[in-house]
């Protein structure tokens, strides 16, 4: 199966990214909800932190100030140093 990831910055010449290896489950793990303040995105995060949680995973939660710009560099931080993966929530 091929994916196809795009880049909606812009850029006329994207950064080129190397793929992070997933890991093969989550036990142990602490998992990032990162909310972008688009309206409903918690929506989804509230739910899918209920499930995470039933599952026996520990979730910490963060939201950026704005979706218009990118995380602050210590929200970043933060996150890189509490979380092992994260998940973005992106809704309208």
Not at 39 to 47: A, E, H, I, K, S
Not at 66 to 76: H, S
């Given at each position: 199966?091929?994916?196809?990831?795009?880049?909606?910055?812009?850029?006329?010449?994207?950064?080129?990214?190397?793929?992070?290896?997933?890991?093969?489950?989550?036990?142990?793990?602490?998992?990032?909800?990162l909310?972008?303040?688009?309206?409903?995105?918690?929506?989804?995060?509230?739910?899918?932190?209920?499930?995470?949680?039933?599952?026996?995973?520990?979730?910490?939660?963060?939201?950026?100030?704005?979706?218009?710009?990118?995380?602050?560099?210590?929200?970043?931080?933060?996150?890189?140093?509490?979380c092992?993966?994260?998940?973005?929530?992106?809704?309208?």
């Amino acid at each position: 199966m091929s994916l196809t990831v795009l880049d909606p910055t812009n850029e006329t010449a994207p950064a080129v990214r190397p793929k992070v290896k997933r890991p093969a489950a989550l036990d142990g793990l602490t998992v990032g909800l990162l909310d972008i303040s688009k309206p409903r995105g918690d929506v989804f995060l509230n739910r899918l932190e209920d499930r995470l949680v039933e599952l026996g995973v520990r979730v910490e939660r963060f939201r950026k100030p704005t979706f218009a710009k990118p995380a602050p560099v210590d929200l970043r931080h933060e996150i890189a140093t509490r979380c092992d993966v994260v998940i973005e929530a992106l809704a309208d």
